[in-house]
């Protein structure tokens, strides 16, 4: 019913006309720190939030359930059509994931339908430089929000080491990531630099070349056991695959790394394959942290951050896009369902839409 | 000064010493919990669908003595009057039965590690005992699971040979370490599941025949009896004759000794076969890890050709065959896996499985498969998906102790095991709330 009263309001909401400003008053708002806030009323108008704060006398509509961001998946392979990869060549800087979307890809309207609004879809990480990603919407008008993303690459071992073309070792892949920069840093990674590492000595390696470089420190996506290199990382906002079920070493880093003042965004590759696999990931990394609020940034504000938009995305704030998911519980509660999802102030999902449609 | 033989005990009454303790090892374990002492909470899930609140629960050497809505603290008679009562530790939350995880991923390496795989091996005899160090990796598994709300789990020789061994439901003790409590069971592992081979496709078959094989044996153990006794006959029989024989005083060429019977062929033992029989006596319950619709129908058949006490694991198909599985009284455990089928094809969700099962009266226990991560988020899936939350939470605590013959969990009550969760949401499926597990002290 409700999912029917916000399609309602918000059908002008397509074309990039203009539209009346809509005042959402949901039983509550996941806030900034993980909890639940009452009488909160949500102002969208023209694709964005405009107005959070206390509910207006009149003209408000309620509407049941929680509403909470939508989840920003930061570094996936959700949308590709086939594998976006070259592995001829050593050094693929000027692949773009945007060139390998499949705008049919059937995952979207499942993401859509587990609350995440918008995908960072990154090349397959196989090379020392892969090329850039691309940021899309999973549902709505608009699907590229950002043609051009970062540079990623990888410096892991498992990834990269290749007898035919090479890197063989971690020595010789930093040694072509610092012959890419030497030649042109700024057309390479001007635009930011997501690197996947596994150990210590390619965090440093990168973090000191990206220094010589006259580059900002690289974003590190961080697989293999983060115990190992958690030094490294402390203050620092890092990606990690979505983990669902941590080992108690596992949970005890994040927890002891979280403490540190590490920030996680949490990306799909490399982890749990499900549609479902970032919410999971998040609820497990508020059961080992304690932090509901960290937990759920980190498949929101987290994530829309380590892209360039923080405050535009993955929050419910004035100047943020109104992507935004109705919850009829915490999105943290497993038990939760999705009523309805917004993308660009714009309806764009609803259970009874989906069974009809099946 | 005495010489240094009578200091030290002889090697032999050592040897003899640890081999009693190791004999007595499987039954019987002391946990290790000592201190005596109450939890006030919020509230306490007793069991499926009953809460009691405020809740008040004495625990002493780890196992539940009281809950009550008030606080019953008795202070204990001492010969010198009325002693202390014990502490009160207040928390906030709601307390809840510790999990059960009837298929967990859990074991001693040395065990699971071995290459050749015997039907007859036994994991209450592999499992350490409850030192602190003696097997660090094991006590990380169970601090894991500990972590994710486990009390008590089901520690399976094998999951992926015909027979991989027997193996046993166990509980936590104070050193993180399991011991083996509840039942036995006999892992086995048919068709599509069985690791290897195109021969995969008749393991079923090849498993019936082989307790059909061990009752054959049984039975033909009963005719050696007779035919021992026959030939005692014969025996004595020929005695006489014999006597008769050579006394015979007219003895001619022609009179013939008589022949001396033949002494029946005593069948022969054998370990993997005696582990088949203690199934066919309902000593061993039997858990099949069968997958395909094929495979839980050879269970079916299995249960209809032999007095087994069935139990299908995994059962990605079982809802399939649910009415035949609630009419032969087989339990299923389910493990959440990964749910690649919720993808797109919802009428194979792990949801849909579980409900179509549940519906149909089958006993379903909800277990990890070894991603205890999973457990709580899955079965917080379930209850999204329409699921009764009372059914689901039966499902991960009193259902699975059930079927493991764990008495002592599944629920808060008197005798139970005081390994709990504490959650502060409206369910332990809330993961924006507090969640911690209480171990006994």
């Known amino acids: 019913m409700l999912g029917t009263l916000l399609l309602t309001l918000a059908a002008g909401g397509t074309g990039g006309e203009p539209t009346a400003a809509l005042v959402l008053l949901p039983d509550a708002v996941v806030a900034l720190d993980g909890t639940l806030q009452r009488g909160v009323a949500v102002t969208i108008e023209d694709g964005r939030i405009t107005a959070v704060g206390p509910a207006p006398a009149e003209g408000a509509v309620r509407v049941h359930g929680v509403l909470a961001p939508g989840m920003v998946d930061a570094y996936s392979a959700w949308g590709a059509d086939g594998f976006v990869f070259e592995e001829s060549r050593q050094l693929t800087p000027g692949l773009r994931a945007a060139d390998g979307v499949d705008p049919e890809s059937e995952a979207f309207a499942g993401l859509l339908a587990r609350g995440v609004t918008a995908v960072h879809l990154v090349p397959e990480p196989s090379n020392v430089l892969a090329g850039r990603g691309v940021l899309l919407a999973t549902g709505g008008a608009l699907q590229m929000l950002a043609a051009q993303t970062a540079q990623t690459g990888s410096l892991r071992a498992s990834a990269i080491y290749d007898q035919r073309v090479g890197p063989t070792s971690l020595a010789g892949g930093l040694e072509l990531l610092e012959a890419a920069l030497a030649e042109s840093a700024q057309d390479v990674a001007g635009d930011g630099l997501w690197l996947a590492v596994q150990e210590s000595e390619g965090v440093r390696g990168a973090r000191a070349l990206c220094e010589r470089a006259g580059l900002a420190m690289p974003l590190l996506v961080c697989h293999g056991d983060l115990g190992g290199y958690g030094g490294d990382l402390a203050g620092a906002l890092v990606v990690v695959p979505a983990d669902p079920q941590p080992s108690a070493r596992a949970a005890e880093v994040w927890k002891r790394l979280a403490a540190s003042g590490t920030r996680f965004a949490v990306g799909s590759r490399g982890g749990n394959p499900e549609l479902n696999g970032l919410r999971t990931a998040a609820m497990a990394l508020s059961r080992a942290t304690g932090d509901a609020g960290a937990a759920w940034a980190a498949v929101t504000a987290h994530p829309a951050e380590a892209l360039g938009m923080a405050g535009e995305m993955g929050v419910i704030a004035p100047g943020a896009r109104a992507d935004l998911v109705l919850w009829s519980a915490h999105p943290l509660d497993a038990a939760a369902r999705v009523e309805a999802v917004m993308i660009g102030g714009e309806t764009v999902w609803r259970p009874s839409a989906a069974e009809e449609a099946r | ?441």
């Open chain 2, 1 to 441: 000064m005495l010489p240094r033989d009578l200091l030290a005990p002889p090697l032999g009454v050592l040897l003899t010493l640890s081999l009693l303790s190791s004999a007595a090892r499987p039954q019987d374990q002391d946990p290790g919990y000592t201190r005596t002492y109450v939890i006030q909470a919020d509230a306490a899930w007793v069991a499926p669908g009953e809460v009691v609140a405020p809740a008040f629960v004495q625990i002493s050497e780890g196992k539940i003595d009281w809950v009550s809505s008030q606080d019953r603290r008795v202070a204990p008679r001492t010969p010198f009057g009325a002693g202390e009562k014990p502490p009160i530790v207040k928390v906030e939350g709601t307390l809840a039965a510790g999990i059960v995880d009837a298929w967990s991923g859990l074991g001693p390496g040395e065990l699971l590690g071995e290459r050749r795989v015997r039907p007859e091996r036994r994991m209450r005899e592999a499992l350490p005992a409850l030192y602190s160090g003696e097997d660090a990796g094991l006590q990380a598994q169970v601090l894991t699971a500990r972590n994710a709300g486990i009390a008590a789990v089901y520690l399976a020789t094998g999951s992926s040979a015909l027979r991989s061994g027997i193996g046993t439901a166990a509980a936590f003790a104070a050193v993180d370490l399991p011991y083996a409590t509840g039942r036995e069971a006999l892992d086995c592992a048919i068709g599509g599941a069985v690791a290897g081979g195109p021969e995969a496709s008749y393991q079923a078959e090849e498993l019936s025949g082989a307790f059909a094989a061990a009752r054959a044996w049984r039975d033909s153990l009963d005719d050696y009896d007779e035919q021992l006794e026959k030939y005692e006959k014969d025996l004595e029989e020929y005695a006489k004759k014999l006597d008769e024989f050579v006394k015979k005083e007219d003895r001619s060429d022609k009179d013939k000794p008589p022949t001396r019977p033949k002494r029946p062929k005593k069948p022969q033992a054998d370990a993997a076969r005696d582990v088949l029989l203690e199934a066919l006596d309902g000593k061993l319950q039997v858990r099949v890890r069968a997958e395909s619709l094929a495979d839980v129908r050879a269970v079916l058949a299995m249960d209809g050709q032999f007095d087994l006490d069935l139990v299908v694991v995994g059962g990605l198909e079982a809802d399939l065959a649910a009415e035949a599985l609630a009419d032969a009284r087989i339990p299923v455990i389910l493990a959440p896996g990964p749910d690649i089928h919720a993808d797109g094809h919802g009428e194979r969700s792990f949801a849909a499985r579980w409900m179509r099962l549940h519906d149909a009266g089958v006993e379903v226990a909800i277990a990890s498969g070894g991603a205890e991560g999973l457990l709580l988020a899955r079965a917080g899936q379930l209850v999204a998906a329409g699921a009764d939350p009372n059914a689901v939470w039966a499902s991960l605590t009193a259902v699975p102790a059930r079927i493991l013959g764990l008495s002592a969990h599944g629920g808060i009550a008197p005798g139970k095991d005081a390994s709990m969760i504490l959650f502060g949401g409206s369910s332990p499926f809330d993961a924006s709330a507090p969640f911690q597990t209480h171990k006994p002290k």
